[in-house]
């Protein structure tokens, strides 16, 4: 979106990335989508052991840095 910024006179843009995406095996918390801002990654109820990033950030770009992260399903482990 764009913010006007009166003490220059001058219309800047700020990247909005919106809601972060998540799978049924996640939670993430975000407090802002606008550049610059954090979402964290946790393993939802009944999931554990989380695999990929754990903080995502908002670009420049309107972004999410990297790809959201899974957890696996409590239980459901290879064994070899």
Not at 36 to 60: H, M, N, P, Q
Request: proline letters at 2%; one cysteine or more.
């Amino acid at each position: 979106h764009f913010v006007y910024n009166s003490t220059h006179g001058m219309i800047s843009f700020i990247a909005e990335c919106g809601q972060p995406n998540a799978d049924e095996s996640t939670t993430v918390q975000v407090a802002s989508t606008s550049h610059g801002s954090e979402a964290t990654y946790t393993c939802a109820s009944g999931f554990d052991t989380i695999e990929g990033e754990t903080v995502r950030l908002c670009g420049s770009d309107g972004q999410w840095s990297g790809k959201a992260p899974v957890c696996k399903l409590i239980g459901n482990h290879t064994c070899y």
